[in-house]
Structures are given as C-alpha cells and as structure tokens.
C-alpha cells in the first residue's frame, strides 16, 4: 500500500498563500491518478481538486476555482497544490488521496485507495 505525506499547511491570513505537497514512499506517484480533499469540522470530507497521470487534466471544486492549482512533478514524485487567495472557509484538513494506476480524473474520494494522513490548514486573521 502506498504510504503518503502531505506537508506546507500552517496558519496564513485571508488573501494569503500556502502550497501544499504530497509525495509518497515505496511507490511512483506517476502511476497514479491524485486527489486533493479537505475537511473542515462538523463537515464531510470533500474534493478540492485532482490530476490525472501525466498532469494533462485537471478538475476543481466550484469553490476554489480560479484560486488553487494542482500540479505534479512525477521527477520528484511530488504533487502540489497552490491555493491562492485563501479565504477563512478554506479552513479544513487538507487530504492527498491516490489511485494506483488510475486513468480518470474524479472527486470522488470511493475511487482512491490510498490516503495520507493530512495536513492542517488555518485561514485566520
């Protein structure tokens, strides 16, 4: 099973930036597709954005649209997401999910198999 780790969440006020990373062991990211999913308290986990293999398409949440960008970088077996322009209700644990050998790009979290154990972001003034 692929063991993954996220890193770059913190603290940063509304109108900031962080990027987040999720890399994994014993395994090359390329061969998987790759969500992100965040969730707040009280709330459902839900899909922020994905990539397919190759990083050739992506799909985003309505609500970050316009203002998170996923990538990856499969030479440094490394997926990113940037989010710009945080607002406090991107407040949440922030989860990289894979999917091994995966062709679709989706935000449905049934279809990944593999879940790191999140990285705490906090949008606060």
């Known amino acids: 099973q692929l063991q993954l780790v996220e890193s770059g969440g913190g603290l940063v006020q509304p109108g900031g930036s962080l990027r987040l990373s999720c890399t994994a062991s014993r395994f090359t990211l390329g061969y998987s597709a790759i969500g992100w999913f965040r969730q707040a308290p009280g709330k459902e986990r839900e899909g922020v954005a994905c990539i397919s293999q190759s990083g050739g398409s992506t799909n985003y949440a309505d609500s970050v649209k316009g203002r998170f960008t996923i990538s990856r970088d499969n030479a440094k077996n490394t997926v990113y997401l940037q989010m710009n322009s945080l607002k406090p209700e991107d407040t949440a644990v922030y989860y990289c999910?894979?999917?091994?050998?995966?062709?679709?790009?989706?935000?449905?979290?049934?279809?990944?198999?593999?879940w790191g154990q999140g990285t705490q972001v906090t949008v606060s003034s």
């Open positions: 999910a894979a999917r091994r050998w995966g062709t679709i790009t989706t935000m449905n979290p049934g279809y990944y198999d593999n």
